[in-house]
C-alpha cells in the first residue's frame, strides 16, 4: 500500500508561479501528476519514473516541470506561467509494477492515488 498525500495548492493570479508536493509512504517505479475539472475526466500532466525519465502533456510542456526525490519520499510539480486554464484539482498518482505498453499520462496505468489539492488561477 502506498500513501500519498498532496500539498500545495492556492488561488493565484495568472502569470505567477506554484509548486505542488506530494509526500508519499514510498516512492514507486512511475509516478505522476494528474488534474480535474469537475465533469470532465482526469487528465494526466506528467510522469516520471525512478531512473528519471519525464513525460508531459502537451499543454504544460516548458511550463510545468515534474521532479522526485528519493532522499525525501517526495514528488514535486513545479508550474510556472500559470493559466486560468490550468485551474482544477490536482491528484498525486503512483504505479509499482512494470508498466509495459500502458501510457504514463493515462489514469488507468495508476494504482494508488492522494485525494488531490485545488489550484485556481484567475484572469
Known amino acids: 500500500q502506498v500513501r500519498l498525500v498532496e500539498s500545495g495548492g492556492g488561488s493565484v493570479q495568472a502569470g505567477v508561479s506554484l509548486r505542488l508536493s506530494c509526500a508519499a509512504s514510498?516512492?514507486?517505479?512511475?509516478m505522476a501528476w494528474f488534474r480535474q475539472v469537475p465533469g470532465k475526466e482526469r487528465e494526466g500532466v506528467a510522469a516520471i519514473d525512478n531512473g528519471g525519465s519525464t513525460t508531459y502533456a502537451d499543454s504544460v510542456k516548458g511550463r510545468f516541470t515534474i521532479s522526485r526525490d528519493s532522499a525525501k519520499n517526495t514528488l514535486d510539480l513545479q508550474m510556472n506561467t500559470l493559466k486560468p486554464e490550468d485551474t482544477a484539482m490536482y491528484y498525486c498518482?503512483?504505479?509499482?509494477?512494470?508498466?509495459?505498453?500502458?501510457?504514463?499520462?493515462?489514469?488507468?496505468?495508476?494504482?494508488?492515488w492522494g485525494q488531490g489539492t485545488q489550484v485556481t488561477v484567475s484572469s
Open positions: 514510498t516512492l514507486s517505479t512511475y
Open positions: 498518482a503512483a504505479r509499482q509494477w512494470w508498466l509495459g505498453s500502458a501510457s504514463r499520462l493515462s489514469s488507468s496505468t495508476y494504482n494508488y
